[in-house]
């Protein structure tokens, strides 16, 4: 990864140097896993001391804190992006899961560690990465909910299909590598079509 990905995946983060260690972090995460890592680790990887870490962040825990919040307000973002932008139940439920996909393809290293190592986190960090994921949740429920009010979608229990659409994307993380042959755009349209199926609706 480099400095211009950190600018890319946390532009909002300053300074130059507090990205770099995320982006050591997500490294050191994805790689190890949370607790097999040490604030040394990541240190290391950073190209810094090991006390230069607590410069920008009191603990390991609030790395991966500004890390999964980051992860999960991105993904909230491109959820409420196509709810702007269409008011219909099948194309925003195809958009949703076209982006979501294609994003957890791309970016998934980071994804990996936002969405698997979430329970590490601390009780007051996880309700507040909690809370982003059910806004997200929520809103996909709410749009099945409605194509399944007009007959657009076929479904027992909107709750349940939500979830079932989430998890597609996100476990796209957990395989997904730069060697896969569809990129992440293209793996987005072949998911979008298969939730749409999913759902009981044609995707034509």
């Known amino acids: 990864m480099t400095m211009s ?4 995946l946390w532009p909002d983060v300053q300074p130059e140097t507090a990205r770099r260690l995320m982006l050591a972090g997500v490294e050191s995460f994805a790689e190890r896993g949370y607790h097999a890592t040490t604030t040394r680790d990541i240190a290391g990887a950073a190209g810094m001391s090991p006390a230069a ?3 920008h962040f009191p603990s ?8 999964s919040r980051s992860g999960h307000e991105q993904t909230l973002s491109l959820v409420r992006s196509v709810m702007a932008r269409t008011d219909d139940p099948a194309e925003r439920i195809r958009r949703i899961v076209e982006d979501f996909v294609a994003w957890h393809a ?5 994804a990996r560690v936002v969405q698997y190592e979430l329970h590490a986190l601390p009780d007051e960090e996880y309700q507040v990465v909690a809370g982003l994921r059910r806004e997200i949740e929520h809103i996909v429920r709410d749009v099945i909910t409605a194509g399944a009010a007009t007959g657009v979608f ?4 909107p709750r349940t299909a939500a979830r079932a659409v989430l998890s597609l994307g996100v476990d796209v993380a957990r395989w997904y590598t730069e060697r896969s042959r569809k990129s ?3 793996l987005g349209e072949e998911y979008g079509e298969l939730v749409l ?5 044609d995707p034509a």
Do not use: Q
């Open 106 to 110: 791309r970016r998934h290293r980071v």
């Open 154 to 157: 076929t479904v027992g229990d």
């Open 184 to 186: 992440p755009k293209a």
């Open 5 to 8: 990905l950190s600018a890319e």
């Open 60 to 67: 390991k825990a609030a790395l991966l804190f500004a890390i």
């Open 197 to 201: 199926r999913m759902l009981g609706t």
């Open 53 to 55: 870490l607590y410069v």
